[in-house]
Structure formats: structure tokens, C-alpha cells
């Protein structure tokens, strides 16, 4: 009965939010008349479309897909699990949510609250990174008002001024102030547009992974055949991104001659890939194969699996999500990740158990190597790619040591001691 009820549950948390319909089917990429048909439980929902929806209306998606109780129960989990310096008695969580259903909501509300902020900050942040709009918006708007302070600076110093250059400071005054209000409304209408539009205007790299993520990052037409032309890049606004897709796409048609689906299928366990095995199997780099199972159609995957290719400076190249894994696309990611330390020791096949430190620690099986690109004159610096494969974990125990605690970000990690930390996390307990 729980599941039936998904739909009405939707629509309750798309109205608490404020969005119209047409809005929420816009932004989750589905018709309106086909969110209708959701909300009034005329059509059944799971998989990537409930994660896009519940991410959509900032909600975890078991409030959507289970009862209140069970809802309750969970957040409280949650925040028992994120909760600092403090040891909740689980043991009496059902109880408690029982006997005070209302203060369990109010815990939930605020837990989610919390959960929403940490995704803004993480959010914002990337953005302030790497946005170059943002960024070349707010260099014209501080250097603005530095020649502004440097002219005033002059008109306010005691002495007479000749009349010439009096107005000549006058002039250039006048002209800073119109320049400086002319950027600061471009910068105040950016941000406010932004804040309405379903996609940001991105870099290419961004539009190239959203047109991958969009079509599924699996391309069964370039399976059989090598024409790139059956992709419909012309989606793809600008030249630049375009170009980047090309290649990524021909690397693609590259790894796929070099294991073929067929063959693969034959040979393949998705709860134990063994990429090494795989490499030595079919004669191919390892390199290969880890993108190669990233790419792998969903039924051959007992889950989803991510994918990060970086260069030699920390650059993410290309990024494939996954859920519960989180990594800054641009800027400042955590440098424990396999991926970067791969980096440092080229040619040598990592394998981590990790842990994303966050509300829900997720844990991953990380597959990385680094390895030179191809050299194109004698003499020449080699240039490192890294890659790693990522995998969840599930629920069964798993024997070695203990996992690798990694975080998103210093800005946002809670990890209190780290040798690699670059700057205080504005988490705290008294977030």
C-alpha cells in the first residue's frame, strides 16, 4: 500500500516546496502530463527518475517511497549517524518515534535542513571555483572599485589640483561609477537568472558529462559501428563542447573494439569485476578496462559505477557520477582519493576500500592507475593521465583493513585530524 502512494507523496512535498508541476518535470527532464499521471499513482516510479524527483524537492527518497513511520525512523538513523561527539540510544529509536511522533518529525525537519545547507555550501562553493562567468564578473567589479578608491584617494589629498587634471580625476570618477554599476547589474541579473534556470551556463566539460549523463554514458549504436556521426552532438550548445564529446566518444569506440560487449558479457562478474584478470584476458591496458566498465550497460552491473579521469595536476578530466559518491568536478577535492595518489606512483595498479565521509558514509571498492599518454617527439616530459573506477560496496563483510576515510572537500569534510587538510571545515557541531 506504502508503494502505491509514492505519487500522492510527491505532489505533497512538490507543493510544501513551492514548485509547479511543469516546473518539477522540467528540471527532472520528464512531461508535465507524465508527472501528472505519477502524482495521482497512475504510474509506477523507482530507479534514477525517484533520485532525480526526491534531489529535486531536496528530500531523501525513502520519505517518498515509504510510510511516515519508517520515514521517521530512518531520519532519526540518520541523524544518530551524523551526529557529533553524541551517543544516541538506538536501541529505543522506534520507541521514541512512537511515543513522540511530532519531536521525532521536528528532529527529521531540521536533520534534512542541515543536509539541504551542506549540499548549498558544496554547491556554491564548486560554483565560486570555477564559474567563469561568476569569475571574470567579479574581477571587473573589484577592480572597478579599486581604480575608484585610487582616483577618490587623489581628490582627497590637501593641496590644489590644476583644473586640467582636477577634471581629467573628475571625468575618469564619473565613468568607474557607470562602469561599476553597469557590472554589478550584470553580476545581480546573472546570479538571479541562474537561480531560475534548470542548467547553469557551464563550462564545456560540465555540458559534455550533463549530454553523457543524459543519454546514460552507454552508446549501443557506436557498439557495432564507429561512426560518432549516429550521436547527436549538434544537443551540445558550443563548438568547444562538441569537440570534447568527439574525442571522449572515440575513446569510447576505442575501448569497445578492444572488448567487445559480446565477448565481455561472457566472462564478466559484476560482483567481482577483477579488472587486472580482465586486462590480462583480452591483451588491453588496465586503463581500459576501468573505463570500460564504467561505460557497461545497466543490466550487465549489479549497481552503478563511477568514473574520474584526471591529469597530472589534479584536473578532473571526466567524471562520471554515481550515487553516494561525490567529487568536486572543479577545484579542491580531497587529495586521498586513489586517483590523485595513483599520480604518484605511475604504472602501479591501485585497489582502495573508501569511505566518503558525510551524512550516509558511503563506501566504495576504487580501482586506479596512472599512465603516460603516448609521446609525440624523443626527448619530451611524459604526460600522466589518471583513472579510477568506483564501484559501491555492499552490506557483506569484507576482510583486510580498515577502509580509506576520504572526504568531498577540506571546506566541507568532518574529519577532525588530517595530515592533508588545507583549510578549517565550516562544519562544526554547532552547525
Not at 571498492?365 to 573506477?389: E, I
Request: glycine share 6%; net charge negative.
Amino acid at each position: 500500500m506504502r508503494d502505491t502512494l509514492t505519487g500522492s507523496r510527491i505532489r505533497e512535498r512538490r507543493q510544501i516546496s513551492g514548485l509547479r508541476q511543469a516546473e518539477l518535470a522540467r528540471q527532472v527532464g520528464i512531461s508535465a502530463s507524465y508527472l501528472n499521471l505519477i502524482e495521482h499513482n497512475r504510474r509506477r516510479i523507482g530507479g534514477k527518475l525517484l533520485m532525480d524527483i526526491a534531489g529535486a524537492l531536496s528530500v531523501e527518497p525513502s520519505l517518498l517511497t515509504q510510510g511516515i513511520e519508517e520515514t521517521l525512523i530512518s531520519a532519526l538513523r540518520e541523524a544518530a549517524a551524523d551526529a557529533v561527539g553524541q551517543q544516541p540510544e538506538l536501541d529505543g529509536m522506534e520507541e521514541f518515534a512512537g511515543r513522540f511522533p511530532g519531536w521525532s518529525a521536528v528532529l527529521a525537519q531540521m536533520h534534512r535542513r542541515v543536509v539541504s545547507l551542506e549540499r548549498t555550501v558544496e554547491t556554491l562553493s564548486d560554483r565560486l571555483t570555477h564559474d567563469p562567468h561568476l569569475a571574470a564578473s567579479m574581477h571587473e567589479v573589484l577592480s572597478t572599485a579599486a581604480a575608484i578608491r585610487s582616483t577618490a584617494a587623489i581628490l582627497a589629498e590637501p593641496g590644489e589640483i590644476e583644473a586640467a587634471w582636477r577634471d581629467r580625476f573628475h571625468r575618469n570618477l564619473h565613468q568607474d561609477a557607470e562602469r561599476l554599476a553597469e557590472s554589478s547589474k550584470a553580476l545581480v541579473t546573472y546570479l538571479d537568472d541562474s537561480e531560475g534556470q534548470g542548467e547553469l551556463r557551464v563550462a564545456p566539460l560540465d555540458a559534455v558529462e550533463a549530454f553523457f549523463n543524459k543519454i546514460g554514458f552507454h552508446f549501443p549504436d557506436l557498439e557495432v559501428d564507429s561512426d560518432i556521426n549516429s550521436v547527436p552532438l549538434e544537443d551540445l550548445d558550443t563548438a568547444a563542447a562538441r569537440t570534447i564529446a568527439s574525442d571522449v566518444l572515440d575513446l569510447y569506440v576505442s575501448d569497445a573494439r578492444a572488448l567487445p560487449l559480446s565477448e565481455l558479457a561472457e566472462v564478466f562478474d559484476p560482483a567481482n569485476p577483477e579488472p587486472l584478470a580482465l586486462a590480462q584476458m583480452f591483451s588491453v591496458d588496465l586503463p581500459t578496462v576501468l573505463r570500460r566498465i564504467a561505460t557497461l550497460p545497466e543490466k550487465m552491473m549489479s549497481q552503478p559505477a563511477g568514473l574520474v579521469i584526471c591529469d597530472a595536476s589534479g584536473s578532473v578530466l571526466f567524471y562520471k557520477p554515481t550515487p553516494g559518491f561525490a567529487m568536486p568536478r572543479h577545484g579542491e577535492a580531497c587529495p586521498l582519493w586513489p586517483v590523485f595518489a595513483a599520480l604518484n606512483r605511475p604504472l602501479v595498479p591501485i585497489r582502495k576500500r573508501v569511505v566518503q565521509l558525510g551524512r550516509n558514509a558511503a563506501e566504495f571498492n576504487c580501482y586506479a592507475v596512472a599512465w603516460p599518454q603516448p609521446a609525440s617527439a624523443f626527448g619530451t616530459d611524459p604526460v600522466y593521465r589518471s583513472v579510477m573506477l568506483v564501484l559501491p560496496v555492499d552490506d557483506s563483510p569484507q576482510s583486510g583493513l580498515a577502509p580509506l576515510q576520504v572526504g568531498t572537500s577540506c571546506r566541507i569534510c568532518p574529519k577532525t585530524e588530517c595530515s592533508s587538510r588545507r583549510e578549517p571545515s565550516i562544519l562544526s557541531e554547532g552547525f
